[in-house]
């Protein structure tokens, strides 16, 4: 997550300051890693992008960040091969992508 909230876009810095709060409350049983998240006492709710304001891309999988009314709410992994279980991807295989602002 450290990772992806390098990017820059709306509401990075409000995510930021939820990572010291967050606690995985779920993990995917089909061995992708996908995780969901709760922030405990947040403090800051982000003025982000939503549902999906980061992503990151590499060789066969994505991981995508999730945001639920300005909280970290979910890393979800993708790999498109279909490989399980599925371990966290190196960050310096991935590219960061952010999706262009509606306007």
Known sequence: MEFLLTANFPGRDGLRKQLGCVEVVWDCDCGCGTISMIVRNPGVRAVA??????????????????????????LEIV??????????????????????TLK
């Open 79 to 100: 790999d498109h091969g279909d490989n399980r279980p599925l371990t966290y991807p190196l960050p310096s295989t991935l590219e960061l992508w952010v999706p262009p």
């Open 49 to 74: 992008r939503e549902p999906i304001p980061v992503e990151a891309r590499g060789a066969g999988v994505d991981v995508l960040l999730f945001v639920r009314d300005g909280l970290l709410a979910s």
